[in-house]
């Protein structure tokens, strides 16, 4: 993946998660951010673990981190969701990323009323096995409470996706 802001993707997904334009969204840079889906939750059960997004990374020798802003979509209480930085058969870096900052405006993305909290930036290091490709993925965590229905889980615009 272009480290381009998204701004090369001419096709409607990438990874997971949709490309959406200024037209149709609050973007954070040029003209096209990424957005992964807010969830409202879940029916009553155990709900297993889900892979929201997943991209490959180009790196360069002397990189240490993996960098992108981002803004919380419908932001809520519930720490549901990490991202993983790993190498192809390797070793793998876990955080959770997750914006707290106050207020949140509304906005529409995709013909959809949303929250948005502030612009907020991640910085996620690189495995200590990271040589000249790492893949990102961003989690939702599983549930094991069978009488519970599954908690809601924020979305999040993501965009300057890099390796430095």
Same mark, same amino acid.
């Given at each position: 993946?272009?480290?381009?802001?998204?701004?090369? $993707? $001419?096709? =409607?997904? @990438?990874?997971?998660? %949709?490309?959406? =334009?200024?037209?149709?969204? &609050?973007?954070?840079?040029? =003209? #096209?951010?990424?957005?992964?889906?807010?969830?409202?939750?879940?029916?009553?059960?155990?709900?297993?673990?889900?892979?929201?997004?997943?991209?490959?990374?180009?790196?360069?020798?002397?990189?240490?981190?993996?960098?992108?802003?981002?803004?919380?979509?419908? &932001?809520?209480?519930?720490?549901?969701?990490?991202?993983?930085?790993?190498? &192809?058969?390797? #070793?793998?870096?876990?955080?959770?990323? #997750?914006?707290? $900052?106050?207020?949140?405006?509304?906005?529409?993305?995709?013909? %959809?009323?949303?929250?948005? #909290?502030?612009?907020?930036?991640?910085?996620? *290091?690189? *495995?200590?096995?990271?040589?000249?490709?790492?893949?990102?993925?961003?989690?939702?965590?599983?549930?094991?409470?069978?009488?519970? *229905?599954? *908690?809601?889980?924020?979305?999040?615009?993501?965009?300057? @996706?890099?390796?430095?």
């Amino acid at each position: 993946m272009p480290e381009d802001g998204f701004e090369s $993707a $001419a096709i =409607a997904t @990438l990874g997971g998660a %949709q490309i959406v =334009a200024d037209t149709s969204a &609050p973007v954070i840079t040029g =003209a #096209r951010s990424l957005y992964i889906l807010a969830s409202s939750g879940g029916v009553p059960g155990t709900k297993p673990q889900q892979t929201q997004l997943a991209l490959r990374l180009t790196v360069a020798p002397g990189d240490t981190v993996v960098r992108f802003a981002y803004r919380a979509v419908n &932001p809520n209480s519930f720490d549901g969701t990490y991202f993983a930085v790993a190498t &192809p058969g390797g #070793r793998m870096t876990v955080m959770s990323v #997750r914006s707290t $900052a106050t207020p949140t405006t509304s906005a529409t993305i995709a013909d %959809q009323a949303v929250t948005l #909290r502030p612009l907020a930036m991640a910085e996620i *290091p690189l *495995p200590a096995d990271a040589s000249s490709e790492v893949v990102i993925a961003r989690i939702v965590r599983g549930t094991g409470c069978t009488g519970m *229905p599954a *908690p809601p889980v924020e979305g999040m615009l993501i965009d300057d @996706l890099r390796v430095e």
